[in-house]
C-alpha cells in the first residue's frame, strides 16, 4: 500500500542517501509549514493540507545534498531548499486544478476541496513565500535563476495545454518534460553551487547532473503512468494518455507498431480524439517492450548525471547523489 | 467616451505630472511588452491583450518620480518600473478570472477569451517576469520587499474571497484596501529609495507617501463604482455591493441611516444575501452625502501624503509627485 505520509515515507522506507541531510530536510519541512503563519488562517488550513499529502522532496534533498558538499551555509541551504520545493508545491496547486485532479499520492487536492478561486490564490501566496525564501538567500544571481525558471516552468505548461490532443515528436517531448522537471531539478543543484560561490564549471556540471536526474525522473514518471498500480499513483493507469498527453512510451510504440489500429488511426488524424479504443491501447502499450525500452533511455541519463560528477573528489555528499541518481530509475512510485 | 488605450489616453488628457518621466514611462510599457519574447506565442498574444486595454500607469509612475527625484539610475529605476507594474498586471488577471469579470476599462478581460487554464497560467507567467524584472535590479532588499508585497497582496485577496456577502467594519475595509491597493502603492515608493540607496528616513516617508495615496486612489474607485457612468468604469455601477463587498460610502451609509429599510435588513442578519432591493440600496447611496463624505476622507489622506514629502527639498518630481497626490482625489475615471 502507498504510503501518503511524508514521515511516515521516510520512516518505512528511507533511501540512504537521505542520512546526509536528515535534520536539514527536517527543517525544510519546518519552514514550508510556517509560511502561512500571520496570514488568513484558511491558507494555513490550505498548506496543511497541501503538505500533508507528502511527496518525497526529492528537489529539496539535491539542494541540501549539494549545498553541503560545497560547504554552503547550512541555514541559507534549508532556506533556499525550502523555496524550491514550495516553488514547486505552488505549480502542482495549479496544475491539479487545470487539470481538474481530486487525487495526488493517494491524497484530495485543494481544489478537490475549495473553489477555484480560492485555489488559484492559494497557489499564488505560495509561489510569494516561495519567492520571499529565495530572497532571504541574500544572493540575487539565486534570485534571478530561480525566477527564470518559474518562467520556464510555466511556459511548458502553457505549451502543453495548447499542444493537447496532438501528435507531439521527441523534440517536443523531450522539450516539455525539460520546462515540466528538469528544469527545476537544474535549478536545485545549480542554484546550490551559486549560494557556495562555487567556480561556474562547478555550477555547470551540478546543473548538468539536476539535469539529467530531472529528465531520467519524469521518464519514470511517464512509465509508471502505464504501469503502476492505480493505489499507488494515485490516479488511474493511463492518465496522461486519457488527457491527450503523448509520453516516451507512446511515442516509442509508434514508433514500432506503425501497422497497430489506434497507431494507424491516430498517425493518420494527427489528434487523440480520434482514438477509438483508449483502454486498449493503454493495455497494448503496458504489455509490449516499450516501457522497458523507455527505461533504458531513463538509465542513460542517470549515467550521464553521475559522469557530471566525476570532477569532484569523493565525499559521503558525493555518494549520496550517485546513490539519488540510481534511486531515480529504481523507485516504483 | 472612455479612451482605454494607454497611449491616446495619454495624448488626450496627460496630466503635467507625466511629463518628468514620459521617456522613460515609454520605455516601461517596452518592457512590459517584450516580456513574453521567445515564449510561447500564444503568451504573447496574452500580453498583448492585456496590455492594450491600457491604464494609468500610476504605479510605475510613482517608481519613476521618486527613483528620478532620489537620482537613482535611470536604467535599474526602469526596471523596477516595469517589475511593479507587471506584478499589478499578473494579479489583475487572477482577479478578473476569479470575480468572471468580463471587462476591465471597457476592454473584454483576458478569461473572457480564454480557458480558466490558460488565464491561471500567463498570470503565473507574468509573476514569474515580474519576479525576474526584479530580480534584474541587483539589490536584494528590493526583492525581498517585493515579495512580500505579493504575500500581502494575495492574502487580502483570500481574505476578501472569505469575507464576502458579511458585514465588515472599517478596520476590516482598511486592512483590505490595504492589502489590495497600499502596499503596492507604499512599495512602488519605498523600492525606489531603496533602489537610490537612500536613507532609512527616506524610505519610510517615501512609503508613507505611497500608503497614503494608495489608500486614497481605493477610496475613490469605491466611491466611483457608485457614482461613474457604466461606459467609464467599464463595468456596472454598484458592481461591488452587487458581488457581496461593503467599501467605505456603504459603510458610512450604514452608520447614518440605521432605520433605512436595507440597512435595517443588512444590520438584522449581517450578510448581504438578504438585501431584497439591491439597486434601489445602490440608488440610495449615490444620491446621498455619503460620496462626499467618503471623498473627503480620501482628501485627508492625500494631504498625509503630500505631508510626508515636507522634508524633501523642492525639485520637479516633488512638484510632479505633489501633484500626482492631488490628481488621486479630482480624476473621474
Known sequence: MQVNSFILEMQLSVPDFYSQIQPQLTRVEEKMRIQAENYHPDLKNALEIILSSGGKRIRATLTLLCGKMLGAAAEQSVTLASAIEL?????????????????RRGMPTLNSQWSPGATVLTGDFLFARAAKLAAETNNVDVMRIFAETLGIIVNGEIAQLFSKRYLVDRDNYFSRIYAKTASLFETACKSAAILSNASLEIQENLGSYGYNIGLAFQIVDDILDFNGEQITLGKPVGSDLRQGLLTLPVLIFLDRYPEDSNVRSLMSHGILDDLSQPSQFIHDISRSEVLDMAHQEAEKFVDMAISSLSDFIESKEKSALVE???????RNY
Open 87 to 103: 516553488l514547486h508545491t505552488a505549480t502542482l496547486v495549479h496544475d491539479d486544478l487545470i487539470d481538474g485532479s481530486l487525487l
Open 324 to 330: 539519488l541518481a540510481k534511486y531515480i530509475t529504481a
